[in-house]
């Protein structure tokens, strides 16, 4: 009986058909497949620690011609560091989850400092996975500290490898083809992106045997995030805003502001509001379900009806947006706290850059070019900038301790975006008292808006 | 590739039936399109915007359409180039001084306020002259309202065969070399084929990625939609493939009477000119003899087990195969030897480059002749002539 050969490629894993025998039938047939365009048997990398386990425990030879990645050693920089209670029992249960596994603890409360844990504990070859270069920057300055190594990286036309390297999703889902068998240990940072339509064949094409996903917020408005299960593994340790709010987060308070509009602004809404409303109730859509938006969507475009409807849409949206009052609240909060850092979260670019222009503050896009972002975030950091705007950039992720008051000006209904903003200004800090003012336009749809949002437990104050 | 809100088609009798765009219908509302590009050149990005709301805000055809048009042009804008680092400048010193202004700023007053900080601001220039939409358009795509259409139209197909499940393409190839450089280009972009039929006049590929043997893998999508691209470029096929898209399957055919133009670099023209030379050279001096065939038969020895011949000759009933192995196909010639090596009916040529050193074992019907850097011509007319022809004679 000829020993089988495995073989990686791209994204998958191979024996060739002439090498499949008695035993890879009997203990690999749940996960291998006949290809018959090639001739061989493939099963997808994910499947690769399964397979190998499988033959190595019932004493089945066979040929590894997969594996790229090697055993190392990684000492931290700093070793008098002590980890916090809760940091060591969540890798202590990752590791009691054959290292495979989701944690999920707030913004702020050290996830970072948490997979430099597990790395080092692990010790494999690592490939850390981020949504957005800015996270992909913070991550190569997290590793090049604590271990005082080079860290590699994939994304923004970089392409470097290093024995910890971090890659952006979309990087990912074009280049691990290439590079799937090159890491042993797979690290999703926010991983609730990971079970996306293309984004999850990052994790599908992987063979790293250990995985380590982490986030604040799992949830998915499509109920994918159980596909985290079988991409990473089960959730194995959990802590929310609230248990940790005091002791390892900063105390917090959330304020929801109500803001008249100025009569002509009602006028003008109550109009437009009227010309949308009536069209949706002559056209019975029904907003509850998903699909709606859609039904919606292509009913606008098929009568001069709709596309009225559509317009008025978008103009009542836009005058809550940066109504006359709101802005002058904005700048009384900003007066109000303009010794501390303030964040202030839009809901798109516009109504960011407006209030850039506008009161004259740094904005950060997806447009913000790197090096520009980096010296907004520093001069933040330092105090030299007291304010930062941004729409969705700084949602997730971003690194930005010193904030300590964010202002909500508009938003999505979003549960996630809305405990993701929070999470920016929670990071401890000493006598850090962090506020959240939400302002919305009163008596407008922005108050069922804000409600949706806020059906989570860190606002039930 | 146009996006998914791009597209246009209809699903009868469970086919998808994309709705081609007209030249004689739509030539109007692309040279409009263009034109209003062409009038912007030297105006802000966000003017450009203003001037093509007409056509997005339209009736739900045109605005699909027009979006569609401006998708294909958008990508090929060039912009002034801007000095993003004086507009970074002004913006470090507006912000330094702003923030100035809110910390000393000691009773609450909106309106001094903003003026305050609307004085900060370099009255040149505004704050973020440098986004996109205050860009000033340098050049748009010199492309006639025609080459538009046909780009649309091909783009308009990838952006449907991005939704396909199993693509099945059909060739009737002129040559060897085409066929070569298609499954060249297959196996570059990680695509993986299954010769499903093969004939002197069709070859039938099944087109798939690697994941496609699991169930829901949109990993190769891309790259198969990609293939449209090349395929006005063989001449006549004809494109089967099933498509699921918004919860909707059907089956989408192309082929070569749709005339679909591709604007891609020619893929399949290239011949070294040393190739030409010496086939030429081998032709004018065995014609009397030997039949050439452009396109020989794409041999299949077993179900999954193929190759393909560079050239091919008949003579007296008897097909002479050449297979050219130049010095980076060394695991190409051990795979075909190994293909080859039990059809003891054909007469195979291996012309080798010296470089390659491989010890292959001998076979009857395998004729190993090897070349130093460029395949000689002479060396090959003297084999036949000898070999082939003195023995095969009468």
């Not at chain 1, 986030?215 to 593994?233: F, M, V």
């Amino acid at each position: 009986m000829s020993i089988p050969n495995f073989y990686f490629e791209r994204g998958s894993i191979t024996i060739p058909a002439a090498e499949w025998n008695e035993n890879t039938q009997l203990f690999l047939s749940h996960i291998f497949k006949y290809d018959q365009r090639t001739d061989q048997y493939r099963a997808e990398a994910r499947h690769y620690a399964t397979a190998m386990l499988s033959l190595h425990k019932n004493g089945i030879a066979y040929k590894d011609n997969i594996k790229q990645f090697n055993h190392c050693d990684f000492e931290f920089t700093d070793k008098s560091i002590t980890p916090r209670p809760y940091q060591t029992e969540a890798l202590n249960k990752f590791r009691a989850n054959r290292s495979r596994a989701c944690i999920i603890l707030p913004t702020g409360a050290g996830k970072s400092f948490l997979a430099m844990m597990a790395i080092q504990k692990v010790k494999r070859d690592t490939l850390i996975l981020v949504p957005t270069l800015d996270l992909l920057e913070q991550w190569i300055e997290v590793i090049e500290k604590t271990f005082s190594i080079q860290a590699g990286r994939i994304g923004g036309g970089v392409k470097e490898l290093q024995n910890i390297t971090v890659c952006t999703y979309d990087s990912a889902q074009l280049m691990m083809e290439y590079i799937g068998n090159r890491f042993g240990f797979l690290i999703c940072d926010e991983c609730h992106h990971l079970p996306g339509p293309q984004y999850q064949f990052a994790a599908i094409m992987s063979v790293a045997p250990f995985r380590l996903g982490l986030t604040a917020t799992p949830d998915r408005s499509d109920g994918k995030n159980a596909y985290l299960n079988d991409l990473i593994g089960p959730i194995a340790y959990e802590q929310q805003i609230q248990q940790m709010s005091g002791v390892y987060l900063s105390d917090y308070q959330t304020h929801l502001i109500e803001v008249p509009l100025t009569d002509e602004e009602d006028k003008e809404y109550r109009h437009e509001r009227k010309i949308y409303t009536d069209f949706i109730r002559k056209n019975n859509i029904d907003f509850s379900s998903h699909a709606s938006w859609f039904d919606f969507i292509s009913l606008c475009f098929s009568s001069e009806d709709g596309k009225k409807a559509f317009k008025a849409h978008q103009k009542q949206k836009n005058i809550l947006k940066t109504s006359e009052n709101k802005l002058k609240k904005l700048y009384e909060l900003i007066q109000k706290n303009k010794q501390h850092s303030i964040l202030i979260f839009t809901d798109d670019n516009k109504t960011a850059y407006r209030i850039g222009e506008t009161f004259v503050l740094p904005v950060i896009t997806h447009h913000t070019k790197s090096a520009e972002r980096k010296e907004f975030l520093n001069k933040f950091k330092c105090g030299a900038y007291p304010i930062l705007v941004s729409s969705k950039v700084l949602n997730e992720g971003v690194d930005v301790p010193e904030a300590n008051v964010g202002i909500i000006l508009s938003g999505s209904g979003s549960k996630r975006e809305h405990v993701q903003r929070l999470g920016r200004i929670l990071r401890k800090g000493k006598n850090k008292n962090a506020v959240l003012y939400e302002l919305i336009s009163k008596n407008t749809s922005e108050k069922w808006q804000s409600r949706r949002r806020r059906e989570h437990s860190a606002y039930s104050q | 590739m146009l996006k998914k809100v791009h597209l246009r088609y209809k699903i009868q009798s469970n086919h998808i039936i994309p709705f081609y765009l007209q030249l004689n219908k739509w030539r109007e509302l692309s040279q409009a399109i263009l034109d209003t590009y062409t009038s912007c050149i030297g105006k802000k990005y966000c003017e450009l915007e203003e001037a093509l709301s007409k056509y997005v805000n339209n009736t739900e055809s045109i605005a699909k359409v027009s979006k569609g048009l401006i998708h294909i042009i958008e990508k090929k804008i060039e912009f002034e180039p801007i000095n993003s680092e004086k507009y970074e400048i002004n913006r470090k010193n507006c912000f330094l001084k702003s923030a100035e202004s809110i910390r000393s700023n000691e009773n609450y007053d909106y309106e001094s306020f903003l003026n305050i900080s609307q004085n900060n601001k370099n009255s040149e220039s505004t704050l973020y002259g440098d986004l996109k939409e205050n860009q000033i358009i340098l050049s748009t795509p010199s492309w006639t309202c025609d080459d538009l259409i046909h780009r649309y139209n091909l783009s308009l197909v990838q952006g449907i065969l991005i939704f396909a499940n199993d693509v099945t393409l059909s060739i009737h190839p002129e040559s060897a070399q085409k066929i070569r450089s298609l499954l060249r280009y297959l196996s570059f972009m990680g695509l993986l084929f299954e010769v499903v039929k093969n004939h002197s006049s069709e070859v039938l590929l099944k087109i798939s990625g690697p994941l496609n043997a699991f169930s829901s893998s949109l990993k190769y999508r891309s790259k198969i939609a990609n293939i449209i691209g090349i395929l006005p470029q063989l001449g006549s096929y004809t494109l089967n493939a099933k498509i699921s898209i918004e919860q909707k399957k059907g089956i989408l055919f192309i082929d070569d009477k749709k005339k679909l133009k591709s604007h891609y670099k020619p893929f399949f023209e290239y011949t070294p000119e040393e190739i030409k030379s010496f086939i030429q050279k081998v032709d004018s001096s065995l014609k009397k003899v030997l039949c050439f065939r452009s396109y020989p038969v794409f041999p299949i020895i077993e179900v999954k087990k193929w190759y393909i011949p560079d050239y091919c000759w008949v003579y007296n009933e008897m097909q002479i195969e050449l297979l050219i192995f130049q010095k980076y196909q060394k695991n190409m010639l051990l795979n075909t030897y190994e293909k080859v090596v039990s059809l003891k009916n054909k007469t195979l040529v291996f012309f080798i480059d010296r470089s390659l050193k491989i010890d292959l074992p001998d076979a009857a019907h395998i004729h190993k002749i090897y070349f130093k850097d460029i395949p000689s011509s002479q060396k090959f007319i003297q084999f036949i002539k000898k070999d082939i022809l003195n023995k095969q004679s009468p």
